[in-house]
Nanobody
Framework: EVQLVESGGGLVQAGGSLRLSCAAS????????LGWFQEAPGKEREGVAC???????FTADSVKGRFTISSDNAKNTVYLQMDSLKPEDTAVYYC????????????????????WGQGTQVTVSS
């Protein structure tokens, strides 16, 4: 059974940074990718970024240049470095596993993800 545990959320001022972590157990990158999703108040969940075993990644245009996804395959952990945070980045951030073939601009979305973590709250104050 795949278990994903997110950490690193919190309250930060606009312009600040946070680094989220997602530790995966019962998971192998073989054939799968790990992704980050955000669910802002009153909005639908949407994809932020995903990364495959070979470090190939996709990042949504809305956060490109500010958010960076990375991974430590040996630790089965994926990270989301969030810089230049804006109040509109306030959301619950979820980690999820998805088939690696869906980690791209054409297919990356919440609908292709399988196992989900419990989420971590990120609040950006103005």
């Amino acid at each position: 059974e795949v278990q994903l545990v997110e950490s690193g959320g919190g309250l930060v001022q606009a312009g600040g940074s946070l680094r989220l972590s997602c530790a995966a157990s019962g998971f192998t990158f073989d054939g799968y990718a790990l992704g980050w999703f955000q669910e802002a108040p009153g909005k639908e969940r949407e994809g932020v970024a995903c990364i495959k075993q070979n470090k190939e990644s996709f990042t949504a245009d809305s956060v490109k240049g500010r958010f960076t996804i990375s991974s430590d395959n040996a630790k089965n952990t994926v990270y989301l470095q969030m810089d230049s945070l804006k109040p509109e980045d306030t959301a619950v951030y979820y980690c999820a596993a998805l088939p690696y073939s869906y980690c791209n601009r054409a297919y990356f979305s919440p609908g292709v993800a399988g196992s989900w973590g419990q989420g971590t709250q990120v609040t950006v104050s103005s």
